[in-house]
């Protein structure tokens, strides 16, 4: 009797001939027992946070300021990848088939940089308009910004200790970003937000419901108490059309 190969087995005998490669984009190893190094396996991983936290922004939000701070994390990690490709130079560790790109400059530490440093650049200058009378406002611009220096930092430590990256190229990595921060701030601050009020115009921006909030001090404080007066009245007209029993 003929002996036929099923379709599955053929799969096993064929995967014996094909080189499998794990997709790096998150796996970060860290020395096994090494508590510490374990935290900062986990740090490293902010900037996929970071870009998760844009995504769901943009979707609820829909302001083009959110948007054009997402477009220029995107360019800074093309910026990193031209760069990586024209320097070419090799990372501290080897880890075999694991990363087979080159290591300078450091795309974690120049994204997280670029990331940090418009922040401050957005509390410093973008919101400088906003009533600084009130020490709860003023607190919670030193810990947000604060927050992002410490993240950003950790993250910079941590490719090092993990021999991701050397000294130099986290440096450079975190220069680099600081640099593209300070011109997308600038191109965005002068060049686009002043465009921003004749895009929101566009028919495709009304169809996505794409808004600009750069003329409201407050965005939060503005949704809070819009949302809170469109419930009361319509709290109220609920109660007006209920049946008298």
């Known amino acids: 009797m003929e002996n036929i190969a099923s379709p599955v087995s053929e799969v096993f005998i064929n ?18 027992g090494d508590l510490f190094g374990k935290f900062l396996a986990f740090m490293s991983l902010a900037p996929f946070g970071i870009g998760a936290g844009f995504v769901t922004l943009i979707l609820f939000r829909r302001d083009l300021h ?12 093309l910026l990193n990848i031209i760069l990586k490709h024209l320097i070419c130079e090799a990372r501290p560790l080897s880890r075999g088939h694991l990363y087979n790109e080159y290591g300078m400059p450091s ?14 650049y957005f509390f410093a200058i973008r ?6 009378n009130s020490i709860i406002s003023a607190l919670w611009r030193i810990i947000i910004v604060g927050s992002c220096f410490i993240m950003a930092l950790i993250v910079s430590f941590g490719r090092v200790y993990l021999h991701y990256h050397t000294t130099t190229q986290v440096v450079v990595g975190g220069f680099v970003g600081f640099i593209f ?10 060049v686009l ?18 808004r600009d909030t750069t003329l409201i001090p407050n965005v939060l404080w503005f949704e809070y108490t819009t949302t809170r007066q469109e419930a009361r009245a319509r709290g109220r007209k609920m109660a007006a059309l209920k049946p008298i029993q």
């Open 107 to 120: 795309s974690h530490a120049q994204f997280i940089w670029f990331f940090t440093i418009y922040v401050l």
């Open 181 to 190: 921060a300070t011109i997308w701030f600038t191109v965005v601050h002068r």
């Open 15 to 32: 995967n014996d001939a094909i080189e499998w490669q794990p997709l790096s984009l998150t796996l970060v190893e860290y020395p096994k």
């Open 127 to 132: 919101l400088h308009h906003i009533n600084n």
């Open 193 to 210: 937000t002043p465009l921003f009020p004749q895009l929101v115009t566009l028919k495709l921006c009304e169809m996505l419901m794409i």
């Open 66 to 77: 959110t948007i054009a701070f997402f477009f220029g994390t995107l360019v800074n990690e």
